[in-house]
């Protein structure tokens, strides 16, 4: 009998921001450390999908700006849904579009500017 390899499971507090707006991006990790979240982020799709096929632990999910330099939102989303370590890992779309359409494993739309209680209760059935 062959063991599997054991997949890492989600952090329970963890999250993880992929924003390129500076100023967008301090206030969503300010507010989420405030609410007693560990919070990482990155500027663009390609760093973040590197940061999580290299790193051990996993978020319970990831903030997603559509509008990305390098790889935007939608390429990185496909990506993750094609890793199965990664797949299974909530997506919250944060966005400036009105009406998107969404990738892949997108849970719940947040519109910029974002409102943070709608962010919060967004994540919060994902983490903790």
Not at 8 to 17: C, F, K, M
Not at 48 to 54: D, F, G, K, M, V
Not at 61 to 71: C, W, Y
Not at 87 to 103: E, G, K, T
Request: hydrophobic share 45%; aromatic share 4%; proline share 10%.
């Amino acid at each position: 009998m062959t063991a599997l390899s054991p997949q890492p499971l989600p952090s329970r507090n963890t999250v993880l921001v992929i924003e390129d707006d500076h100023d967008i991006r301090v206030s969503v990790r300010s507010l989420l450390e405030d609410e007693g979240y560990e919070v990482h982020t990155v500027t663009n799709g390609l760093a973040a999908l590197s940061a999580l096929e290299h790193g051990e632990d996993l978020p319970c999910v990831i903030v997603l700006d559509l509008m990305l330099p390098v790889m935007d939102g939608w390429d990185f989303a496909e990506r993750v849904r094609k890793n199965p370590r990664l797949a299974r890992i909530p997506i919250v779309i944060m966005s400036a579009y009105d009406s998107p359409p969404p990738p892949a494993g997108a849970v719940a739309f947040i519109k910029k500017p974002v409102n943070m209680d709608a962010l919060l209760r967004a994540i919060s059935p994902h983490c903790g």
